[in-house]
């Protein structure tokens, strides 16, 4: 009985580690917008400020690239593909995205990855899912719908849809792939090791997409207006690969290897609620009442999610009713 107790109180340490790094990775993603918008409206190209922010982690992460070199041999997969879905797919389709669908739209299309990484987990890993995390799915896309207002620039473009659903796609793949370095054992791969290379990928993907070489340079020795204030351009630059990329991506990773994909991908979904109210103090963009509402409701959709999902380990069981169900805590298969 002590050992079981022990045990439970090691998971749930566990599990409150992994929601603090979840949060803090929401945080950090959610503050990329507030400091590219002055850039963008600076000059630079939404694609070129994309390019800088994974060129520029990846060059803060490349010793550690050449510390876990080993893992070029061990998981060349894994690192090709959280490097052209995690980093380089969801950038690249949610930009195109926004060329032919209001952002709004575009924003929420994405973070249906939740769904989708219950979906994954439900059908294709053939384990059950807990009811507590399916709710926190809907109450948090039907906040994010109102914290995007997607009601004020709603059309109907196909195409545009479907590139907003391939970076949702791709965010999955960032969860499921996040969740690879959760097997136990010595060769589980170092998250630091799989994000540098996922970085070193997906700037070179992007380097063709983007094309930097047309890229304005001279806009990065200027300064940046941010609601009436001058903020230096590198500055800017600064926070966004260091806070919105490099923190973001580790602590994002670390949070799904001690939660799950699917737990995970529901706090995630604070990054819009972060973007939107960091907006609103930094750039001036005033949050409406249903913003407000909307954000509460993605709040309780995130807490429900994870405060009813067992920690991984724990067997603890999910629901209960006639029968009582448990989600497994494993990783994903290699």
């Given at each position: 009985m002590p050992v079981h107790t022990s045990e439970s109180s090691r998971g749930s340490h566990g599990k409150g580690a992994g929601l603090g790094l979840a949060?803090?990775?929401?945080?950090?993603?959610?503050?990329?917008?507030?400091?590219?918008?002055?850039?963008?409206?600076?000059?630079?190209d939404p694609l070129h400020v994309v390019w800088l922010r994974v060129a520029g982690a990846a060059l803060v992460m490349l010793p550690l690239a050449v510390r876990h070199r080993a893992l070029v041999r061990r998981r060349p997969t894994l690192l090709a593909g959280f490097g052209l879905l995690a980093v380089a797919g969801v950038q690249a389709c949610y930009f195109?995205?926004?060329?032919?669908?209001?952002?709004?739209?575009?924003?929420?299309?994405e973070y249906l990855a939740p769904a989708l990484v219950l979906g994954w987990v439900r059908f294709v890993q053939r384990r059950p899912v807990s009811r507590a995390a399916a709710l926190g799915v809907v109450l948090a896309a039907g906040g994010l719908a109102c914290v995007v207002e997607v009601w004020s620039g709603l059309s109907f473009?196909?195409?545009?849809?479907?590139?907003?659903?391939?970076?949702?796609?791709?965010?999955?793949?960032?969860?499921?792939?996040?969740d690879q370095g959760s097997e136990a054992g010595d060769q589980a791969p170092d998250p630091l090791g799989v994000i540098a290379y996922g970085l070193l990928v997906g700037a070179a993907v992007l380097t063709v997409v983007a094309r930097?070489?047309?890229?304005?340079?001279?806009?990065?020795?200027?300064?940046?207006?941010?609601?009436?204030?001058?903020?230096?351009?590198?500055a800017l630059l600064g926070w966004i690969v260091l806070v919105a990329t490099v923190v973001a991506y580790i602590t994002g990773v670390l949070s799904v290897r001690r939660l799950s994909p699917q737990v995970a991908g529901v706090v995630a979904c604070l990054e819009a609620v972060v973007a939107t109210v960091l907006a609103w103090v930094l750039l001036g963009e005033h949050l409406s009442a249903p913003q407000i509402v909307g954000g509460a409701v993605v709040l309780l959709g995130a807490f429900i999610a994870q405060s009813s999902t067992p920690a991984k380990g724990s067997g603890e069981p999910v629901a209960r009713g006639g029968v009582e169900r448990e989600l497994s805590a494993r990783g994903t298969p290699a």
């Open positions: 949060l803090v990775s929401a945080l950090a993603f959610g503050g990329s917008g507030v400091a590219a918008k002055p850039l963008i409206e600076a000059g630079l195109a995205a926004l060329s032919r669908i209001p952002v709004g739209v575009a924003l929420l299309v473009d196909a195409l545009g849809l479907l590139l907003a659903l391939g970076a949702a796609c791709c965010q999955v793949g960032y969860f499921v792939l996040s930097p070489w047309s890229m304005d340079w001279s806009a990065l020795a200027g300064s940046a207006d941010m609601n009436g204030t001058a903020v230096p351009a590198f």
